[in-house]
Structures are given as structure tokens and as C-alpha cells.
């Protein structure tokens, strides 16, 4: 099974609006930490938010929030107030620790594509 | 720079060569990541150092790829007798969080983009 999963193909918003970027993840491990990252067309990838698996809030960083829902294991990305520079390639990633000290490499979805228009 | 250093940026190579990348990490950060990325493609994990520890090399596709870290600091990348396949860009990053740590972001360096003819 996939530990990542992000299906949406492709996402358009209109500039100034919100949108949610979907997230869900696979893991046994109580603990863990879920990230987002942005990809834009540069190249470089840029950290955007962290929630973890015990954290009792959903994160928020400016404009980004994270819509957590531990039960459905989901980790949704919510941009608010969509902007031209928003448009970018939206990793979701995991960290766990299989083994105390031993593994805890990160692993990433596919990716979403968000397209904000003008 | 503060940041993670990658070189070089771009390499075209002819397929069967063997190849070298580097990383220079952020300092002070214990763990350094190797992943890689094909146009359009999410980012495929293949090694992971985590301060003396034995690396976690359960990505490396083959035995081709291979993977070392001096000091604790720079890691080199090789990659021999190169295929088309190999064609892709090599993202390194480094992280201050320890092995038990769920926390700590990853810092990316930009790439190096492999071209394999």
C-alpha cells in the first residue's frame, strides 16, 4: 500500500480564492509527522507546514493551514486567498520511526499541480 | 551560503559512464537525504544518513548506485555504468532532526539534473 497517496490530477482556483489540496497516508506507527512541501517551476522545493501525529491543533503557517483528520488519516493542505504565485507542484509527505533511532527517512506523494488564474 | 550545496547542477553524460554528485549539508545537520525525481514525478527516496549510524539503503534501484558520507558532512552520490533510466534530477537534504525525531524539516539544495545519452 501506498504510504502517501495525493490523487487529484491537477488543481485550478481562481486567484483570492481558497483551496484544499487532498492528502492521505498509511502508517501503523502512533507516531509520526506529516509535511507539505511547494515545487514551483524553478525547481526548488520549499517547506510549507508540519503536523504532528499528537498534536492536538491543526498547523498553521500564514496563509497555509492543515486540515488534519487522524481518524480518516488525512492531512489536507488549505490555502487560503489563493495567489498567482501559489501556482506550484504540492508534495505531501510522512515521517516515521519504524524502529526507535533507526528510520526516519521521509516519503513523499506524487504530487498535486495547482493552477491559480488571474 | 547557509544552505545545502549541490554540484554539479547539470552533468550530461554518455550511458555506461559512471557519475558522481555531491552534497554539501547544511552544518550541523545530522542527517542528510539522497532522493530523485523524473520530470514530472514525485520524489523517490534512495538513501538516508543519519549521524554514525549505518544508512538506511533500502531506495538505491540497483547495484549500480551507491552512496557515501565523509565526516558526517558531504555525502557523494555514484552512479555507475549509467543507463537512460538514470535520467533524472538528484535532490539532496539535510535535516537537524535525530533518528527518533518525527520532527524537523528537510532543507532541499537545487538539484542536479543527470542527463544519460
Known amino acids: 500500500a501506498q504510504k502517501i497517496t495525493q490523487t487529484q490530477p491537477g488543481m485550478f482556483v481562481q486567484e483570492k480564492e481558497a483551496v484544499t489540496l487532498d492528502c492521505t497516508y498509511d502508517?501503523?506507527?502512533?507516531?509520526?509527522?506529516l509535511f507539505w512541501y511547494k515545487q514551483p517551476s524553478s525547481g526548488e522545493m520549499i517547506f510549507l507546514i508540519y503536523?504532528?501525529?499528537?498534536?492536538?491543533q491543526n498547523a498553521t503557517e500564514g496563509r497555509y493551514s492543515l486540515n488534519f483528520q487522524k481518524a480518516r488519516k488525512s492531512a489536507n493542505l488549505v490555502i487560503s486567498a489563493s495567489q498567482l504565485g501559489d501556482s506550484a507542484m504540492y508534495f505531501c509527505?510522512?515521517?516515521?520511526?519504524?524502529?526507535?533511532?533507526?528510520?526516519?527517512?521521509?516519503?513523499f506523494g506524487k504530487g498535486i499541480t495547482l493552477s491559480v488564474r488571474p | 551560503g547557509a544552505g545545502v550545496s549541490q554540484s554539479p547542477s547539470n552533468k550530461v553524460t554518455e550511458k555506461g559512464k559512471d557519475v558522481e554528485l555531491r552534497c554539501d549539508p547544511i552544518?550541523?545537520?545530522?542527517?542528510l537525504y539522497w532522493y530523485r525525481q523524473s520530470l514530472g514525478q514525485g520524489l523517490e527516496f534512495l538513501i538516508y544518513?543519519?549521524?554514525?549510524?549505518?544508512?538506511?539503503k533500502s531506495g538505491l534501484p540497483s547495484d549500480r548506485f551507491s552512496a557515501e558520507r565523509t565526516g558526517g558532512s558531504v555525502s557523494t552520490l555514484t552512479i555507475q555504468r549509467t543507463q537512460q533510466e538514470d535520467s533524472a534530477v538528484y535532490l539532496c537534504?539535510?535535516?537537524?532532526?535525530?533518528?527518533?525525531?518525527?520532527?524537523?524539516?528537510?532543507?532541499f539544495g537545487e538539484g542536479s539534473r543527470l542527463t544519460v545519452l
Open positions: 509527505a510522512m515521517r516515521e520511526v519504524i524502529r526507535t533511532g533507526a528510520n526516519s527517512k521521509l516519503t
Open positions: 502508517t501503523s506507527d502512533p507516531s509520526y509527522g
Open positions: 537534504a539535510s535535516s537537524s532532526g535525530s533518528g527518533g525525531s518525527v520532527t524537523g524539516e528537510l532543507f
Open positions: 503536523q504532528g501525529s499528537y498534536d492536538q
Open positions: 544518513f543519519q549521524g554514525n549510524s549505518a544508512p538506511d
Open positions: 552544518s550541523g545537520h545530522t542527517a
